[in-house]
């Protein structure tokens, strides 16, 4: 239980503190912590239950597109500002790094493993991010429709 | 239309111009550019925006005006606010000169973070990713030390050359080696822990989103180069940190 809330401070401080060094406007800096708390909580508990790290991803990247898009809705904000610090943490980082550190280590076979792994981390967060595109498309075309 | 010398493409060709260096997607600058074209009365503007350069028409017809971008940064709040304008230009009709008046302002002074609240952000941040990838609360200070030094030599040697990737190197060797000595020291509990989370706020977050928005929106060309910056960026990092691990073999 403490794990879980000292991963939520961490997620929101880091997401927020992500917004400041881009520069976000100052209003938008809770908001981004929340999506990234949010998205990050999600991927943490799939985690936990052993899903697949690719598709807990996938999953956690899908819920960050719909947050910051329902948060540039309401706050009319480009939805730029939202997915990158909500992404953020999703990004693969840690694999990454584990990757180059095999190269430089000579271990090629470890590495080409983990840089096909960072590979398909990056091909998720991508099928999270067209998810909330996809939504928003199919909602301005319902809306046209409409009389 | 009191002066000549404010035309429209020249107001479009400036609001694309702060969007792109600010590192909007190309697909955002080239709609805000097209709409405040059309709340001017253009029918038929073209727009065409890429990484390194603008160009506008009238019409596809017409004589096509063309702008460099050299430098680029990130600053999610210039963004914004051309967004904010674009929105007003179409909903009131701003006369010429004024909107053109507003954009030079707003290029010039838009409120930023000052340099030590955003290396107090990079110093958080750095520690909480230690905490959230696994670290333990050992790794939580050193993580700290070292994203703060390697944040604040990225910013100084990015004043002072003019190649960027160079800079992102120097900064993640300075992680690699505040991490080692840490470590050597008896401070922390997994050195991995502390350089994968003091090496976080040199991600290159925006591009990499950037890069896949505008991939899907269909522009090839922006998203590939963005994505092959933002590579660069990746290898700069990890060439700093395994120069330091090739030095010192912890």
Known sequence: ?147 | MSKQSVTVEKICLLAGKIMLASGAETYRVEDTMDRIAQSYGVENPQSYATLTGLHFSLDYTESSYFLRITKRATDLHKIDDVNQLSREIVAYQLPLETAYHKLKTLEKNVPTFSLSFQVLAATLVSGCFSLMFGGTWADFLPACLAGSIGYSTMILFDKMIEIRFLAEFIGSSFIGLTAAICFLLGFGGSLEMIIIGAVMPLVPGLPITNAIRDLMAGHLVSGVSKGIESLLTAVAIGAGIAMVYGFFPV
């Open chain 1, 1 to 147: 239980m403490f794990d879980i809330i000292v991963q939520l401070a961490a997620s929101f401080i880091a997401s927020a503190g992500f917004g400041v060094l881009f520069n976000a406007p100052k209003k938008s800096l809770i908001p981004c912590g929340l999506v990234g708390m949010l998205g990050w909580i999600l991927f943490y508990t799939l985690r936990e239950f052993h899903v697949d790290i690719v598709a807990a991803t996938t999953f956690a990247a899908i819920l960050v597109s719909i947050l910051s898009q329902v948060c540039s809705r309401i706050l009319k904000r480009p939805i730029i500002i939202f997915t990158v610090s909500g992404i953020i943490p999703l990004v693969p980082g840690g694999v990454a790094y584990n990757a180059m550190r095999n190269f430089v280590e000579n271990d090629y076979n470890t590495a080409i493993q983990l840089s096909a792994q960072v590979m398909l981390l990056a091909g998720g967060i991508a099928i999270g991010l067209m998810f909330s595109q996809v939504i928003n498309q199919i909602m301005m075309k319902l809306q046209k429709t409409k009389p």
